[in-house]
T-cell receptor
Framework: QQPVQSPQAVILREGEDAVINCSSS?????VHWYRQKHGEAPVFLMI?????EQKGHDKISASFNEKKQQSSLYLTASQLSYSGTYFC?????????????FGRGTQLTVWP | DGGITQSPKYLFRKEGQNVTLSCEQN?????MYWYRQDPGQGLRLIYY???????QKGDIAEGYSVSREKKESFPLTVTSAQKNPTAFYLC????????????????FGPGTRLTVT
């Protein structure tokens, strides 16, 4: 039932790029992205609502392919502060709006 | 400052005891959620509530109970029927459960780490 995230873990040097993928077997209404630092609460990054939509903030952006039920998170020129676990949360069509199904997470480590 | 508070941050209980985790929000949000987080499992939904006096089971509701008597409060009770209660518990809220054309971010509390021995 959970969306599938890949890769499970990524290790980068500062300044390198990364892509995190989220794939669902169910038709999606939206995709949420959150980042969680160890022992802390997840923090919201962005929501993608419409098929084909792309959003960005600073050097973190994401795309949503509604037909393929997939979303990707792009981190460019990574910074040390990007380290953490990234989760996608999917809102399914036909399900209660607001109810999210989260992936297992992708652990991102950025080294200086 | 508006936000979500969870207390306590750490909780230790003996097996067989019920325990209630607190979640309070002053964001005036209608919807509230309880998640359980285990290493490598992501966030799994236990219960959610979109309005006062109403709540629905999530994916792993067995062994848990909730109440929603006030808009700002959504306590979670971990009962003795929960076989593996040791976990990190996160409470979240959002302005509403959502409606067509919109989707809302969820705001998370700092979490309660429960250890049952």
């Amino acid at each position: 039932q959970q969306p599938v995230q890949s890769p499970q873990a990524v290790i980068l040097r500062e300044g390198e790029d990364a892509v995190i993928n989220c794939s669902s077997s169910k038709a999606l209404y939206s995709v949420h992205w959150y980042r969680q630092k160890h022992g802390e609460a997840p923090v919201f990054l962005m929501i993608l609502l419409k098929g084909g939509e792309q959003k960005g903030h600073d050097k973190i952006s994401a795309s949503f392919n509604e037909k393929k039920q997939q979303s990707s998170l792009y981190l460019t020129a990574s910074q040390l502060s990007y380290s953490g676990t990234y989760f996608c949360g999917t809102e399914r069509r036909g399900s209660t709006l607001g109810r999210l199904y989260f992936g297992r997470g992708t652990q991102l480590t950025v080294w200086p | 400052d508006g936000g979500i508070t969870q207390s306590p941050k750490y909780l230790f209980r003996k097996e067989g005891q019920n325990v209630t985790l607190s979640c309070e929000q002053n964001l005036n949000h209608d919807a509230m959620y309880w998640y359980r987080q285990d290493p490598g499992q992501g966030l799994r939904l236990i219960y959610y509530s979109q309005i006062v006096n109403d709540f629905q089971k999530g994916d792993i509701a067995e062994g848990y109970s909730v109440s929603r008597e006030k808009k700002e409060s959504f306590p979670l009770t971990v009962t003795s029927a929960q076989k593996n209660p040791t976990a990190f518990y996160l409470c979240a809220s959002s302005p509403t459960g959502g409606f067509q054309g919109r989707s809302y971010e969820q705001y998370f509390g700092p979490g309660t780490r429960l250890t049952v021995t």
